[in-house]
């Protein structure tokens, strides 16, 4: 198995530009988490799915981010319009349940 | 909802001597207590893991103990080498098939050569 995957790895863009990040999760998993990380406020949950519903995005700090995740296999978190303080790494990690995280790769955003 | 603290934020010890991270809970619910290794760089993994059902479990070098009671849980590695420098952090969470993982804020560990 490939593992979680993320696209793409790191993501330069400038203030007010839209920004798609993609995660494929582990075949099988019904799980999928979005997070972010940076070094003030550590590892954050953004929001999560059971069988591709949305069960908590309370850690979506604002309006301008959204996730999606149409089928098992695919979610996207979208940041639209993107500010320099939106600048971490994000990373998507599935489960096939309560218990062990596997985590992807993670995308370095910078928005300039 | 849960929270999850670390103490202290960093630790430096010498090449063979043993580490000792702890952490606490707030949710006495929280039944499950996952510890993951990242280094510079790379993504969080999975070490080793708990439930509430035991109060220690060992994986060669590292081993993780929990207090229900005092809601507390530690994890012990022995015999620290250079490549165990790297973020560590703990997590918990609570039954159900829709439980969510709280993470503490890491702690960083450097072994001395």
């Known amino acids: 198995d490939a593992g979680v995957i993320q696209s793409p790895r790191h993501e330069v863009t400038e203030m007010g530009q839209e920004v798609t990040l993609r995660c494929k999760p582990i075949?099988?998993?019904?799980?999928l988490f979005w997070y972010r990380q940076t070094m003030m406020r550590g590892l954050e949950l953004l929001i999560y799915?059971?069988?591709?519903?949305?069960?908590?995005d309370s850690g979506m700090p604002e309006d301008r981010f959204s996730a999606k995740m149409p089928n098992a296999s695919f979610s996207t978190l979208k940041i639209q319009p993107s500010e320099p303080r939106d600048s971490a790494v994000y990373f998507c990690?599935?489960?096939?349940?309560?218990?062990?995280?596997?985590f992807g790769p993670g995308t370095r955003l910078t928005v300039l | 909802g849960e929270n999850v603290e670390q103490h202290p934020s960093t630790l430096s010890v010498q090449e063979g001597d043993s580490a000792v991270i702890k952490c606490t809970y707030s949710?006495?619910?929280?039944?499950?207590f996952p510890w993951y290794k990242q280094e510079l760089g790379k993504r969080p993994q999975l070490i080793i893991d708990?439930?509430?059902?035991?109060g220690e479990k060992k994986d060669q070098r590292i081993a993780v103990t929990l207090n229900k009671t005092a809601k507390h849980f530690s994890l012990h590695i022995t015999e620290t080498q250079p490549e165990d420098s790297a973020v560590y952090f703990c997590?918990?969470?609570?039954?159900?098939?829709?439980?969510?993982?709280?993470f503490g804020k890491g702690i960083t560990l450097s072994v001395r050569p």
């Open positions: 990690a599935s489960s096939s349940g309560p218990g062990e995280q596997f």
């Open positions: 799915f059971n069988n591709n519903v949305p069960i908590d």
């Open positions: 708990i439930r509430s059902n035991v």
């Open positions: 075949s099988g998993h019904n799980s």
């Open positions: 949710d006495s619910a929280s039944n499950y």
């Open positions: 997590a918990a969470s609570g039954p159900g098939a829709n439980s969510k993982l709280t």
